[in-house]
Nanobody
Framework: QVQLVESGGGLVQPGGSLRLSCTAS????????MAWYRQAPGKQRELVAR???????NYAGSVKGRFTISRDNAKNQVSLQMNSLKPEDTAVYYC????????????WGQGTQVTVSS
């Protein structure tokens, strides 16, 4: 079955960095677009960054220039390097797969907490 397992969250001070990783299994990873979403308390889940099977990337305006999404098809991993973190980046971050047929994000990881605070 499809599994997405995130890791790398934690507590960091403003201006610091974190790297999130998502290890995928149960589907052909190299053929799938992937994305990171986040959800802060009391807010809707929002797209942070996405990467196509051909490694074309797209970012939310709020993270552009600070976050970098990448993929390693040999390891079935998608990563999110987060630099210059701000308190407003505090959220649960989710890895998700885009279904190549429907175009919907159909499988989600359990989420990893990122807290930016001094």
């Amino acid at each position: 079955q499809v599994q997405l397992v995130e890791s790398g969250g934690g507590l960091v001070q403003p201006g610091g960095s974190l790297r999130l990783s998502c290890t995928a299994s149960g589907f052909t990873f190299s053929n799938s677009a992937m994305a990171w979403y986040r959800q802060a308390p009391g807010k809707q889940r929002e797209l942070v960054a996405r990467i196509t099977s051909g490694s074309i990337t797209n970012y939310a305006g709020s993270v552009k220039g600070r976050f970098t999404i990448s993929r390693d098809n040999a390891k079935n991993q998608v990563s999110l390097q987060m630099n210059s973190l701000k308190p407003e980046d505090t959220a649960v971050y989710y890895c998700t797969r885009r279904n190549p047929f429907s175009g919907n994000y159909d499988y989600w990881g359990q989420g990893t907490q990122v807290t930016v605070s001094s």
